[in-house]
């Protein structure tokens, strides 16, 4: 070494007197020594497509092993080839990042399992709902618990979604109503007569989004089954989904028994209807509309940030 600056001597604890008597070797953990030689004999030789920045661990004064950010530039000094190195401690740099992905890991750990186990006790609620049907004879009765549990189960399915997720914080939309649809299918098409079909973009939805949206499409299969293929009909439901960057439009349509022309969602008593209409205009700032034709399609448009 010909030259040092001074924040180079403060590392070392030694003084520009002593440099020549200092190796660069020496500073360096014997793990980077081999490739730091390398590297620099093959400079010095000409040789090309070598790295000019790789990081290396150093000896402080202390006899800290420090990770650095290492650059080297081919020079001339003195009319000799020489090479300028420019280390940067960034030791301290590298664990606050160490430490922070490790406590990002922690908290996604933290979060898949609340998922899961939010899932978990969803999934028994609807077991327990599951024994209570089958004990009861009343219809109605039998009809509003078979609606609370598809309800649950819609909500369950965001939570496993999200669990089974890599992000865990979103989930792809047509396969999360895929699964929603295929489980009201099974309880209210037991003779599967009817076929669902969701096509579009793929769009995903938050945790914020992806729960009260699974809510209504939950309500609005339920209804096509129920009212639009009352005589046992075969036919088709389908979901298609746009996506209009900052907003997703979503139709459900089905093909048959349409709904009176003088129904107005506002004026709707029942549950189905009030939870979607509340959902989508109160609670996400949406809209939704019936498109006439044959059947019954319903427009939903929701904004991605609600």
């Known amino acids: 070494m ?20 200092t190796s660069f070797g020496d500073l360096v953990c014997p793990e980077d020594l081999e490739r730091v030689k390398n ?4 400079r010095i030789s000409g040789e090309k497509d070598l790295p000019s920045n790789y990081r290396i661990s ?31 401690d960034i030791e301290d740099e590298n664990r606050t990042k160490e430490e922070l992905e490790k406590s990002l890991h922690e908290k996604i750990l933290l979060l898949e399992e609340v998922h899961h186990r939010v899932k978990n006790n969803l999934a028994l609620i609807n077991s327990l709902l599951m024994m209570q049907i089958r004990n009861i004879d009343h ?13 649950i189960f819609s909500i369950a399915a965001v939570h496993e ?11 792809p939309a047509k396969e999360h109503f895929k699964k929603i649809g295929e489980e009201i299918l099974e309880n209210y098409d037991p003779g599967h007569r009817l076929a669902l079909e969701i096509d579009g973009d793929d769009v995903e939805l938050s945790l914020a989004l992806a729960t009260p949206i699974s809510l209504v499409i939950n309500e609005l299969l339920i209804n096509a089954i129920k009212y639009a293929y009352p005589g046992g009909e075969e036919g088709i439901i389908s979901i298609s989904l746009v996506n209009r960057g900052d907003s997703i439009e979503l139709r459900l349509k089905d093909e048959e028994v349409g709904i009176p022309g003088d129904f107005v969602l506002e004026d709707a008593k029942s ?26 399609e319903w427009i939903i448009e929701v904004p991605f940030e609600s």
């Open 39 to 42: 590297y620099h004999k093959g």
């Open 58 to 88: 150093c000896y402080s004064r202390d006899g800290e092993l420090r990770l650095h950010d290492l650059t080297v530039s081919l020079i001339t000094w003195n009319g000799k080839p020489a090479t300028l190195n420019i280390l940067i």
């Open 2 to 21: 010909v030259y040092a600056n001074r924040c180079f001597f403060d590392f070392l604890g030694i003084t520009p007197e002593h440099l020549d008597k």
């Open 139 to 151: 219809a109605r009765v039998r009809e509003g618990l078979l609606m609370a549990r598809t309800r």
């Open 161 to 171: 979604g999200l669990y089974r997720s890599d992000s865990i914080s979103s989930i």
């Open 271 to 296: 549950l189905g209807p009030s939870l979607v209409r509340n959902i989508i205009t109160s609670q996400l700032e949406g809209s939704i509309s019936l498109e006439p034709g044959k059947g019954t």
